[in-house]
């Protein structure tokens, strides 16, 4: 029985090709999973075509990612973050933060998960890290840890304090207030 593969089967054929199988593995397997339909003239001709729309969407995507890719090397992305004891990060920079910030400097959006980063960044330094875009598309980019400014804690430790004691004052002025009342 002739019969056109739907998908591509490890040792039998790939998608499209026309494939002489026995009656049983076509009535009992391919037809009823639907990896493949009885190759009659219409539906061989049904195939070719939705066939070649995929090899042209494929190429457009494929000239999509080639120009982001083009766009993404050699890219450096910085991060300013909080150091805790050691000469380590206070927390650490993962694959989701390299994404959204490589997202917001290409204007386009990558998924976290065609960033390829071992282990999460948790000291200060330059790291070379891969975009995984395709198979054999694997632009390189420049991750950039500095230390923030202690200054700027600083300057947030002393309108904490301040806050603090804004709060202590309402708080005397309200027992004051309520002292008088009682009199």
């Given amino acids: 029985m002739k019969v056109v593969l739907l998908e591509d089967l490890p040792g039998k054929g790939k998608a499209g090709e026309i494939k002489e199988v026995s009656k049983g593995y076509a009535r009992h397997f391919l037809l009823p999973r639907g990896l493949a339909l009885v190759a009659t003239p219409t539906v061989i001709k049904q195939v070719e ?28 992305i910085r991060f300013k973050a909080r150091m805790g004891a050691g000469e380590r990060l206070f927390g650490s920079i993962t694959a989701a933060d390299v994404a959204e910030e490589l997202s917001r400097a290409i204007g386009s959006v990558i998924d976290k998960k065609k960033i390829d980063i071992e282990k999460s960044l948790r000291k200060t330094g330059s790291y070379e890290v891969a975009v995984k875009l395709a198979s054999d598309l694997n632009p390189q980019i420049t991750v950039v840890i500095e230390e923030e400014e202690k200054e700027k804690g600083k ?20 027992g004051k207030e309520k002292e008088e009342e009682k009199d």
Avoid: C, F, H
Avoid at 53 to 76: C, H, M, N, T
């Fill in 155 to 174: 300057e947030t430790e002393k309108k904490a304090e301040k806050e603090t004691g804004k709060k202590k004052e309402k708080k005397k002025e309200k």
């Fill in 49 to 76: 075509s939705s066939l070649e729309k995929e090899k042209l969407e494929e190429s457009i995507d494929r000239d999509k990612l080639v120009e982001l890719a083009q766009q993404i090397e050699g890219k450096e």
